[in-house]
T-cell receptor
Framework: GQQLNQSPQSMFIQEGEDVSMNCTSSSIFNTWLWYKQDPGEGPVLLIALYKAGELTSNGRLTAQFGITRKDSFLNISASIPSDVGIYFC?????????????FGQGTELSVKP | KAGVTQTPRYLIKTRGQQVTLSCSPI?????VSWYQQTPGQGLQFLFEYFSETQRNKGNFPGRFSGRQFSNSRSEMNVSTLELGDSALYLC????????????????FGQGTRLTVV
């Protein structure tokens, strides 16, 4: 099935460091969503982006909707051990153009105390 | 407000059997979508229901089906189970925008872990 290109696939960082991950697509999306998933649980919505160029923060998390509408990035500042998990981006077209969520492959984040 | 509730959390079935999974969306949400998550394929869209009608369908065989009830609760069914159907099945609900169309955010349940042996 179709997927977004999410990178990096995994990251091993020291507590306190900043993290950056991104997603790219050959298609335009109307919405970009960022999720975090812990083992055995469902994805939890972190940030939703609705307009090209939009920059949105949620605590230590900041995400941006690329101006071409084909990419998005997520930054985590001053990482802490509970940031460990898998982060997914998801793009969504307009409802009348299909509307389903298309996911990236995920970025697995490990934080060393 | 209670989140998306999926039952059961874990299920073990034998190849050839069928299975029904249940999803209760967040109160007031009328859109429910289903996803399959496997290590190899990641998160793949199965189908979406809005106001009891299937609005979108992913590229899965006809063995995968679903429905939505008038209270927005949804079920998905997989018939003639195969080993490759082992996966985490996730349900997501979306609020509506002006009561007409689903909004674009999706909130996931904890999933049902299906193991086919």
């Amino acid at each position: 099935g179709q997927q977004l290109n999410q990178s990096p696939q995994s990251m091993f960082i020291q507590e306190g460091e900043d993290v950056s991950m991104n997603c790219t697509s050959s298609s335009i999306f109307n919405t970009w969503l960022w999720y975090k998933q812990d083992p055995g649980e469902g994805p939890v919505l972190l940030i939703a982006l609705y307009k090209a160029g939009e920059l949105t923060s949620n605590g230590r998390l900041t995400a941006q909707f690329g101006i071409t509408r084909k990419d998005s990035f997520l930054n985590i500042s001053a990482s802490i051990p509970s940031d460990v998990g898998i982060y997914f981006c998801a793009g969504r077209r307009a409802y009348n153009q299909g509307g389903k969520l298309i996911f990236g492959q995920g970025t697995e984040l490990s934080v060393k105390p | 407000k209670a989140g998306v509730t999926q039952t059961p959390r874990y299920l073990i079935k034998t190849r050839g059997q069928q299975v029904t999974l249940s999803c209760s969306p967040i109160s007031g949400h009328r859109s429910v979508s289903w996803y399959q998550q496997t290590p190899g394929q990641g998160l793949q869209f199965l189908f979406e229901y809005f106001s009891e009608t299937q609005r979108n369908k992913g590229n899965f065989p006809g063995r995968f089906s679903g429905r939505q009830f008038s209270n927005s609760r949804s079920e998905m069914n997989v018939s003639t189970l195969e080993l490759g159907d082992s996966a985490l099945y996730l349900c997501a609900s979306s609020p509506t925008r002006g009561g007409a169309l689903p909004n674009t955010e999706a909130f996931f349940g904890q999933g049902t872990r299906l193991t086919v042996v």
